[in-house]
Nanobody, 122 residues
């Protein structure tokens, strides 16, 4: 079992930036693909981006390409999401996830964090 803890969410104006973090206290991210998903009110959870083990490959949803960048510090067992040029439509609860076969689907991930709220004001 891998417990994931997100942090870094908050309120930001459109055009601003936020950096989310995801840690697994006492556990390793070894061999795990790490992903970020988000869920807006009344909508299904959707894929945002993922980064492979140990970090050579990334995948993005079209809606965030060129604005969001995942990274991982495997020595610290921490995942990051740098979000730039934020838009009101980016408002959602953001979840980090880990999976041995993770890609872009929720069912491909085995472990999830509790989520962190990101609100972008216009």
């Amino acid at each position: 079992q891998v417990q994931l803890v997100e942090s870094g969410g908050g309120l930001v104006q459109a055009g601003g930036s936020l950096r989310l973090s995801c840690a697994a206290p006492g556990r390793t991210f070894s061999r795990l693909t790490m992903g970020w998903f988000r869920q807006a009110p009344g909508k299904e959870r959707e894929f945002v981006t993922a980064i492979s083990w140990p970090g050579g490959s990334t995948t993005y949803a079209d809606s965030v390409k060129g604005r969001f960048t995942p990274s991982r510090d495997n020595a610290k067992n921490t995942l990051y999401l740098q979000m730039n040029s934020l838009k009101p439509e980016d408002t959602a609860v953001y979840y980090c996830a880990a999976g041995f076969a993770g890609a872009t689907k929720t069912w491909e991930y085995d472990f999830w964090g509790q989520g962190t709220q990101v609100t972008v004001s216009s």
